[in-house]
């Protein structure tokens, strides 16, 4: 039986304290008209591998996030075991999830059917949604740092994490991994999942 090296990553609750976490959320909504349909840089949308509409932009959310994951990032990778690197950019998104949504497996860094290589190295995933959740669906996927989803993929090849209101999910952006579709029936974008995906970027 091969060696089972179980994906590196841990959930951080009530990330955001209450009024931050709305005010976002509602920021959020507001910006519905900006969003455009998420390809993979330097590919055209194709929506067989990534479904979702995105927005590289926080607006005024975006000084801090960037503040939050400088200031912990090292104390996370004390936390994942992983090695030490100096960061020089965080790059930000949001993604909004509906009906049929999902984004299939890939890594951050460029393998896989991600984008042209990077220099990320940590990624911090932030969910929220607006309450009650009337959506089912969009799970996180991680996998064993050597499986891949396939006929021979067994069910413990993967963790899985559910999208929990007001959660940041952490992981090593080399980790492959892959969202699960979405289920939701209102079609309003109010509704959908929402994420703030976040990328650490080592300085050489």
Request: proline fraction near 7%; charged fraction near 20%; charge should be negative.
């Amino acid at each position: 039986m091969p060696l089972k090296l179980p994906a590196p990553h841990f959930v951080l609750h009530d990330f955001l304290p209450p009024d931050q976490h709305q005010a976002l959320l509602a920021w959020t909504l507001s910006q519905e008209s900006r969003f455009i349909p998420a390809g993979i840089a330097g590919q055209t949308v194709d929506n067989s591998i990534r479904r979702c509409e995105r927005l590289n932009d926080l607006g005024p959310f975006e000084h801090l996030f960037t503040k939050l994951l400088i200031d912990s990032y090292q104390s996370w990778l004390t936390t994942l075991d992983d090695s030490p690197f100096e960061q020089n950019r965080v790059e930000l998104q949001i993604a909004a999830y509906g009906d049929g949504a999902h984004f299939a497996f890939h890594t951050d860094t460029g393998s896989g059917t991600s984008h042209a290589s990077t220099r990320r190295m940590l990624t911090a995933i932030y969910y929220f949604y607006r309450s009650p959740k009337l959506f089912t669906g969009g799970d996180l996927r991680l996998y064993d740092l050597r499986a891949h989803p396939g006929p021979d993929c067994a069910p413990d090849d993967f963790v899985t994490i559910a999208p929990e209101q007001n959660t940041l999910l952490v992981f090593p952006s080399s980790l492959g991994h892959e969202v699960t579709p979405v289920v939701q029936t209102t079609g309003n974008f109010a509704d959908f999942r929402f994420v703030v995906n976040c990328w650490l970027h080592r300085d050489n």
